[in-house]
């Protein structure tokens, strides 16, 4: 079904169009000059944000912060595998689908920590390059308090993805 | 708080690299990284282009205003700053739904764009209350169905792939609510100490 969602809205977009006596290629090439700019004004955030990641990363300095919050979950009886994936769910998303995919192929999909992972996977999304990119694209340098509620609203998503897999397969 | 946590990833990652002796792997990413970040942004502008040209004729088609129209109730009560039938309800609309269908390519063109117009709406350089109720959804994930997930679990032999389907639906749901009252939270707070916005 999915493979029908995008070629049915290029189809909806174009009939209304024409319906609408709408010059389509035209208006077409006018929206996405727009595309261009916006890529390029964009380039500066992604890049200096994901060279920050990848130095904390490849200095082993994220492993070490992993090991330092080990202790925590044991508390909460929460399996400690899980951990490295919820502490960089937020920050670098191709370093958490690396991770969930390094559970899933560790313990198989259908264990505990398999299915629990997935969920995780699939209900949080990266706060800080959906910051970065949505704020940096159009130029908004005060943030307020969006940082704050994008890292709470992850961790709301962390813990309802723990306790509804518990009560759900476990 | 942005500005903090840029610094603090590289600095304390240099200082950790330059004990643990990993200086050398620090280089190769730092170089690796600009690459990779110039390609993620060159097949952004690929796909970019195409769905603000197609949105463009979707908006002039009034495609935009009727989907605004149809979600009026619950959009409206979302972002009660924001004008009935002003474009950004449309493209915020948009970029929802392809989250919820999984289309993370479609939505982030319409996500930007409906900043663009956010940001058109306040005529600041300050985050307004409607953009941060917007990143708050947006970060809590509206996914229904998790594509990636899913095709994963199918290849490392699943008996049942789309399983947790369900139980991600309602993690999503739960969060995106969790982010809601939290946003509105902070806007209080906001309100009661005297900022405007």
Redesign the interface.
């Known amino acids: 079904m999915s493979i029908w969602l995008i070629p049915g809205v290029i189809l909806i977009v174009l009939v209304t169009a024409t319906i609408k006596r709408v010059p389509a290629y035209e208006v077409f090439v006018e929206g996405s000059k727009e595309g261009i700019q916006i890529a390029i004004s964009l380039l500066p955030f992604l890049l200096g944000m994901m060279v920050s990641i990848a130095i904390f990363q490849a200095s082993g300095a994220m492993d070490a912060a992993l090991g330092l919050i080990k202790p925590l979950t044991s508390l909460f009886a929460i399996p400690e595998q899980i951990l490295p994936l919820a502490l960089i769910r937020p920050i670098s998303g191709t370093a958490a689908l690396s991770v969930t995919t390094e559970l899933i192929r560790t313990f198989g999909p259908d264990s505990f920590v398999g299915q629990l992972a997935s969920v995780m996977q699939g209900s949080t999304d990266t706060t800080l390059y959906i910051i970065t990119v949505y704020f940096g694209a159009v130029g908004i340098r005060r943030m307020g308090d969006a940082l704050k509620v994008g890292l709470l609203a992850d961790l709301a998503g962390i813990i309802a993805s723990i306790v509804i897999v518990i009560i759900l397969f476990g | 708080?942005?500005n903090l946590?840029?610094?603090f990833?590289?600095v304390?990652?240099?200082?950790?690299?330059a004990f643990?002796g990993?200086?050398d792997?620090?280089n190769?990413?730092?170089f690796?990284?600009?690459d990779?970040?110039?390609m993620?942004?060159?097949s952004?502008?690929g796909v970019?282009?195409?769905?603000?040209?197609?949105?463009?004729?979707?908006?002039?088609?009034?495609?935009l205003t009727g989907l605004a129209k149809l979600f009026k109730p619950i959009v409206k009560r979302l972002f009660p700053d924001i004008p009935e039938n002003d474009p950004a309800l449309g493209y915020i609309l948009s970029n929802m739904t392809a989250n919820m269908?999984?289309?993370g390519n479609?939505a982030?063109?319409m996500?930007?764009?409906a900043?663009?117009e956010m940001?058109r709406l306040s005529g600041s350089?300050?985050?307004s209350r409607s953009?941060?109720t917007?990143?708050?959804i947006?970060?809590?994930?509206l996914?229904l169905?998790?594509?990636?997930?899913i095709a994963?679990?199918m290849k490392?032999?699943?008996?049942?792939?789309t399983?947790?389907i369900?139980?991600?639906i309602?993690?999503?749901m739960?969060?995106?609510l969790?982010?809601l009252i939290?946003?509105r939270y902070?806007?209080y707070r906001?309100r009661k100490t005297g900022q405007t916005?």
């Open positions: 708080m942005v946590i840029w610094v990833l590289a304390s990652g240099i200082a950790y690299a643990a990993t200086m792997r620090v190769e990413a730092i690796a990284t600009i990779e970040s110039v993620i942004t060159l952004l502008a970019l282009v195409f769905w603000l040209g197609l949105m463009k004729i979707a908006e002039e088609a009034g495609l269908f999984g289309l479609a982030t063109p996500g930007l764009k900043m663009k940001k350089e300050r985050a953009m941060i917007f990143l708050a947006n970060t809590s994930s996914t169905i998790p594509t990636t997930v994963i679990r490392y032999g699943s008996v049942d792939p399983s947790i369900g139980a991600t309602l993690a999503t739960i969060s995106t969790a982010a939290i946003d902070f806007y906001r916005l």
